[in-house]
């Protein structure tokens, strides 16, 4: 473990016992999962980050920063200089095992632009005994604008996984939240797997100003045969959820090769997206695409953060290869 600084830590990055250490307190257990809880596991990969994001000298950087094995963040690295940051976060295992819990707590302050992800897609691992766990808690200032988008959450066969998210916005505060769920390790050489998870429980909560303005969770049960697959996702393969505030530029969507899009106005004013693909390629891109496409619009930029930049290389898991990726105009061009 770690820290960028020996201060004293700021109130916002102890957790409800006073302390900075990342312990297995910090992730409740679902009703659904008593039997399964995370405090009987032996496991020790109970870690993650605790940061804040600051936006000081026309530039994005970390502030205070507490990172926990087996969780690492990258320093933020620029688009172009006073522009976006990309905020990686680095996991040094194989993924989520039987008993793991991670968290990711960011406090994301005034003119801040992120966005904030993960190198690689989430491989969630067999949990014969117990389960594995994250959670994530956002608190986003005013004029900040945050993208965070985890990598797609593979579940292997037998996995048992619950995500919470947390968002808290202050009024004039943008976040985009996504969450993609793929079908499992399809091209596993021994046995191919297909939604043979045993539990997916995700819960997403979104406060602005003290007041909670979008809510919902879902806990799914497995495995899937092909009957109860199509009556979650039709014939479908893989699924994307987006959360935005505020409503909705039509034009961001775009095609989707292979699948569907349904979007929904909440009663406050935000917008929720669902996306349904057949292959999840074309989908884990159309998800990238709109919801970074959607945070540059919350600063009034046309292109979308980091796609088709001469800055960034075309090898991250929500970038499109090289000789398929699209040419996104400049700001100059679209005027």
Known sequence: MGTTEATIPRREFVNGNGRLAIDRSDFPVPPELLGRDLNLAPSEHVGGIRAELIYRDDAVRLGQCYYQNPLRIMVPMEECPGGPVLLLLM?????????????????????????????????????????????????????????????????????????????????????????????????????????????????????????????????????????????????????ATLFLTGPLDPDIIGDIPGGVVATMRTAAGDTCIRILGRDPEPLILATARIALTAAARFHGETRPWFLGSNRLAPTHWFTAPSDTEAHFPSDDEAS
């Open 91 to 239: 996991n040094s295992t194989a993924g989520l095992l039987d008993g793991d819990a991670q968290l990711v707590s960011l406090d994301v302050g005034p003119g801040a632009r992120a966005f904030v992800t993960n190198q690689s897609a989430g491989r969630v691992h067999p949990c014969p005994l117990w389960h594995a766990s994250a959670r994530y808690h956002l608190k986003i200032a005013s004029g900040a604008v945050v993208c965070m988008l985890p990598g797609p959450t593979i579940p292997f066969a037998g996995s048992r996984f619950v995500q919470m998210t947390e968002i808290h916005l202050e009024e004039g505060a943008a976040v985009v939240w996504g969450d993609l769920i793929l079908p499992g390790r399809t091209y596993y050489h021994r046995a191919p797997e297909r939604f043979a998870f045993d539990r997916l429980i995700q819960g997403l909560s979104v406060w602005r100003e003290g007041r909670l303005i979008h809510h919902e969770r879902f806990a799914w049960h497995g495995p899937w045969n092909d009957q109860e697959r199509a009556w979650h996702l039709d014939d479908y393969e893989a699924a």
